[in-house]
Nanobody
Framework: QVQLVESGGGLVQAGGSLRLSCAAS????????AAWWRQAPGKEREFVAT????????AYADSVKGRFTISRDNAKNMVYLQMNSLKPEDTAVYYC????????????WGQGTQVTVSS
């Protein structure tokens, strides 16, 4: 199993920045891909960004492309999401997730961290 714990959320004004962290433990060596998802009140959970656990292949949702950057530090078993130029519509609970096989579901999820962007 893989355990994921997010941190770094908070309240920020529009145009500001936040850096989310995800600490992974357990069978992290079996992880294929890590990702950030988010869920705003009354909306479905949506994909934000993903990174391969080995290698630097990343992908982003169109809504965050150019503003958010996902990265990982394998030595520390950490995944990060640098969020710049934040907008009120970025307000959501942000979740870290792990995918264990290519094309598989995201099997493991963290508890989430709240990000609130004020206008």
């Amino acid at each position: 199993q893989v355990q994921l714990v997010e941190s770094g959320g908070g309240l920020v004004q529009a145009g500001g920045s936040l850096r989310l962290s995800c600490a992974a433990s357990g069978r992290t060596f079996s992880t294929y891909r890590a990702a950030w998802w988010r869920q705003a009140p009354g909306k479905e959970r949506e994909f934000v960004a993903t990174v391969r656990w080995s290698g630097d292949i990343t992908a982003y949702a169109d809504s965050v492309k150019g503003r958010f950057t996902i990265s990982r530090d394998n030595a520390k078993n950490m995944v990060y999401l640098q969020m710049n130029s934040l907008k009120p519509e970025d307000t959501a609970v942000y979740y870290c997730a792990a995918q264990m096989t290519p094309g598989g579901e995201y099997t493991y999820w963290g508890q989430g961290t709240q990000v609130t962007v004020s206008s």
